[in-house]
C-alpha cells in the first residue's frame, strides 16, 4: 500500500544545513511537497518538485529527488530558530480524487 | 486576503454530544477536505469533497459526517459514535482535478481546530 516514511526528529546548531529525508512507494507520484508546521498551526507549503526534476532550489531551500530509490529530501542552508516546526512530505499516488499522503512529519530543533 | 478560516480554534466537549467545526474558504476551490492529526502521526483522511453536493469518505470517516451545500464551506460533525475524538482537526483545499495527467495542485490549509472530548 502506500506509505510515506520520515525520521521523528532532528536536531541542529542555527547557522548549520538541515536535511530532512522523506521515502515514498508510489513510483506514479507526479509531484512531491514539503510542507512546514508551526505548533498550533495548520500546515504550510513550503515547496514541490515535479517527478521529471532530480532537484529545485528555493532561496535556502533545496529539494533532491532520486526517483529510482523513491527518496525525497530537502535541505535548509543556514538554518534559523525560525525553522524550528515539523515537516511533513507527501505524495500524490495518483492524479484523480487528489487523495495526498503524508509522511508522519520531521520535528526539526534548532539549538542556538 | 484569500484564505481558509476554521472555527473555533479550541473546542471543549463532554462525552456523548455531537460537535460541528467550520471551514469556510475565499479561495474559489472547487475540492475540500477534512484531516485528523494525532501526536506523532501523519494527517490521515476523513471526508473529501470536490464538487457542491457530493462528497467521499476518507481513510478513517466513521464516527463523522459532512455536508457540501456551498461552495465555500464545508463543515464536519464528530458524532457521539467517533470512538476517541480528540484530536487536531485541518481543512483544506484545492483546484479539483477531473483528468489525468500531471496537474499541481497542491492543498491549502486552514490554522486547526483542536477538540477536547471529556
Known amino acids: 500500500g502506500e506509505d510515506v516514511e520520515q525520521s521523528l526528529f532532528l536536531s541542529v546548531r542555527e547557522g548549520d544545513s538541515s536535511v530532512i529525508n522523506c521515502t515514498y512507494t508510489d513510483s506514479s507520484s507526479t509531484y512531491l511537497y514539503w510542507y512546514k508546521q508551526e505548533p498550533g498551526a495548520g500546515l504550510q507549503l513550503l515547496t514541490y518538485i515535479f517527478s521529471n526534476m532530480d532537484m529545485k532550489q528555493d532561496q535556502r531551500l533545496t529539494v533532491l529527488l532520486n526517483k529510482k530509490d523513491k527518496h525525497l529530501s530537502l535541505r535548509i542552508a543556514d538554518t534559523q530558530t525560525g525553522d524550528s516546526a515539523i515537516y511533513f512530505c507527501?505524495?500524490?499516488?495518483?492524479?484523480?480524487?487528489?487523495?495526498?499522503?503524508f509522511g508522519p512529519g520531521t520535528r526539526l530543533s534548532v539549538l542556538p | 486576503d484569500g484564505g481558509i478560516t476554521q472555527s473555533p480554534k479550541y473546542l471543549f466537549r463532554k462525552e456523548g454530544q455531537n460537535v460541528t467545526l467550520s471551514c469556510e474558504q475565499n479561495l474559489n476551490h472547487d475540492a475540500m477536505y477534512w484531516y485528523r492529526q494525532d501526536p506523532g502521526q501523519g494527517l490521515r483522511l476523513i471526508y473529501y469533497s470536490q464538487i457542491v453536493n457530493d462528497f467521499q469518505k476518507g481513510d478513517i470517516a466513521e464516527g463523522y459526517s459532512v455536508s457540501r451545500e456551498k461552495k465555500e464551506s464545508f463543515p464536519l460533525t464528530v458524532t457521539s459514535a467517533q470512538k476517541n475524538p480528540t484530536a487536531f482537526y485541518l481543512c483544506?483545499?484545492?483546484?479539483?482535478?477531473?483528468?489525468?495527467?500531471?496537474?499541481?495542485?497542491?492543498?491549502?490549509f486552514g490554522n486547526g481546530t483542536r477538540l477536547t472530548v471529556t
Open positions: 507527501a505524495e500524490i499516488p495518483d492524479n484523480y480524487g487528489q487523495n495526498f499522503v
Open positions: 483544506a483545499s484545492s483546484i479539483a482535478v477531473w483528468t489525468g495527467g500531471a496537474h499541481n495542485s497542491p492543498l491549502h
